[in-house]
């Protein structure tokens, strides 16, 4: 049996009248890289407000690390690494003044802390940068200090809450290789995101919606939930079909992408593709039974599935 | 008319915000009320119950009565009587009383003679107080029903008068040490009452609560640098004045530091309060100058503490700035050292202790 970090039971968050998290139970096995897939508002930096003990749960019980949250969240802060939205880096600090800062802050040791420093301006590329004020830097290396001052402790949990939503691809890719490595040196993630090939990339997925949880499991597993339910629409009017095949009793969702029209069935249809084919009953079309892509999971998972 | 339309869009988005934005609704209305009470009702450029004590070195009824003549002027109240002319001097200088009252052994014969009765020891460093008491100098004295009317015959003023600490009576005298408080409140509450809300409104915060740091150790350790920001201004206010303005420190350079870090230390933690309330940048500046003004007009910065009513004066005792406009004239004008003026001293002392435990308080370690 695998080794759990954070264990959630019940979790549940209110704010006034709003409810922002509902009752959501959650097991995150040490070591891995564990993503919450949801829109905004579907309640993910409020959840991991209130693992790393930002936020008083309303109700539930959470254990992080084996420690009681809220309760031991001060003997929890040691062993934690967060990287916020806003990177909550030093404007007026340079690189490696932002760095020294959060080590003296954590309690390292003037020595350890310069090593560990050197360490992470080197592995994150910024070892040239280390007297450029924190303002002056672009998107992608603001994101990289960000992720060497959450890790300046060595911690063995680490929050990322959308971490790469000011950053473009080239540089997402390449922060997602620093956090594999992380991953593969023991430390466990817990990275929130909006962005589908981001998700794909966890270990494991839990799809959040207006603060319920909507499916969880690895994405291979998530995708072959959805085996046999998505078809492919090629040709003319593609609007017009889309309205059709949306007034189709088997259909849960139809969304065009560029040239194709997508549509999701509902489970348990027999042979998908041949009955559109029957439904639709249109020659210019052409139709094709495709691999599911975490999109349609997400879609198919939610309530936007219903018929938008 | 598009012109108009826009500029209307403006005016009604900017009326909407004003009207959602509370405390800046709540300047609006605050501002102008306190300044109408504090100027109208509260502050009387006619000094009035300035405290004063008696020395009567000639126990005689004549002096009782000259002195109950003085009394009903209400130009002072009478809060004690000393033995010797020391005694009274030394409460001077210690800020109890702003004069004294001193009646001659031989006060019959100085009767009988026509002579000055009596001398006023004042302490002439507020001009406002000592001009109300120097108007007392040539006041009609009626002498008791035992000497016929008209038997004194003053050819001399009824007092004699004695100016302490500034006998030219120059105003910059007292505005100099007065400025400084101002000054420092100004400052050193607006800085401090950004500090945290800048973090907050940065991001920074919600970083700084998930480390081991306690709340203590960020508020103490934001605030140490602006100790010496307060220092670095009075150095500069009271060098300039001594130099400029010939102010010259009466006092004791330690009591001089005694009376100030605790005023800086007020001052801070003030603000650190202020910066755990106020939610924007914005808001923070609002209430130092809302608390500027009433530091200005309170204090004894403007218009005599002893002048003002009873009520703007337990108003004035909850604002560090009339303490320390006390202690800070006190040893700078007076030449009054720390332990004079202990009283003041603890309790910015005390003030800074409760502001910095609710600022703590306040500042939990969560986003709740």
Known sequence: MTELAIRVRALSKRFGDVIAVDGIDLEIPAGQIYGFLGPNGSGKTTIIRMLCGLLTPSGGDVRVLDLQIPAQAETLRRKIGYMTQKFSLYDDLTVQENMQFMGRIHGLSRSVAAGRIEELLERYALSSMRHRFASAMSGGQRQRLALAVATLHSPTLLFLDEPTSAVDPENRRDFWEKLFDLSDAGTTILVSTHYMDEAERCHQLAILETGHLRNQGTPQALLAQLDNRVVEIAGDNLRQVKERALRLPGVQSAAQQGVRLRVLLQPDTPDPTHYLREQLADNHLILTHTRPSLEDVFVASTSGGDKS | ??????????????????????????????????????????????????????????????????????????????????????????????GTIRAALVFPENLSQRVAGGEP???????????????????????????????????????????????????????????????????????????????????????????????????????????????????????????????????????????????????????????????????????????????LLLSVLLSGFMFPYDAMPKAAQYIAEILPATHFMRLIRGVYLRGATAVQLLSDILWLLGFTGIMLTIATKRFHKSLD
């Not at chain 2, 500029?7 to 009604?12: K, M, P």
């Not at chain 2, 001594?242 to 005694?258: K, M, R, S, T, Y």
Request: hydrophobic fraction near 55%.
């Open chain 2, 1 to 94: 008319m598009s012109a108009l339309s826009r500029i209307g869009a403006v005016t009604a988005k900017e009326f909407k915000q004003l009207s959602r934005d509370r405390m800046t609704f709540g300047m609006i209305v605050m501002i102008p009320l306190l300044q109408l009470i504090v100027f109208g009702y509260a502050i009387s450029t006619i000094v009035r119950n300035i405290p004063i004590a008696v020395v009567d070195n000639s126990g005689s009824a004549v002096a009782r009565a000259i002195t109950e003549q003085v009394r009903v002027t209400q130009v002072v109240t009478i809060v004690g009587h000393y033995a010797t002319a020391a005694e009274a001097e030394a409460a001077i200088v210690a």
């Open chain 2, 117 to 291: 009765v009596g001398q006023w020891l004042v302490d002439g460093s507020d001009t406002m107080v000592s001009s109300a008491l120097l108007a007392l100098r040539t006041m009609p004295l009626h002498l008791e029903a035992g000497v016929p009317e008209g038997a004194y015959q003053a050819t001399a003023p009824s007092f004699e008068v004695a100016l302490f600490f500034n006998p030219e009576r120059r105003s910059e005298v007292n505005i100099v040490p007065g400025l400084s408080v101002i000054i420092l409140t100004m400052t050193l509450v607006l800085f401090t009452a950004v500090a945290l809300v800048r973090e907050r409104e940065h991001g920074n915060l919600e970083l700084l609560i998930t480390t081991p740091i306690h709340p203590l150790e960020l508020m103490v350790g934001k605030l140490v640098p602006y100790i010496f920001v307060g220092l670095i201004q009075i150095i500069i206010i009271l060098g300039l004045g001594w130099l400029v303005f010939n102010v010259p420190l009466q006092g004791e350079l330690h009591d001089l530091v005694a009376v100030i870090l605790p005023f800086i230390a007020a001052s801070l933690t003030l603000g650190l309060l202020l910066s755990t309330i106020a939610a924007t940048q914005m808001q923070a500046m609002q209430m130092t100058f809302f608390l």
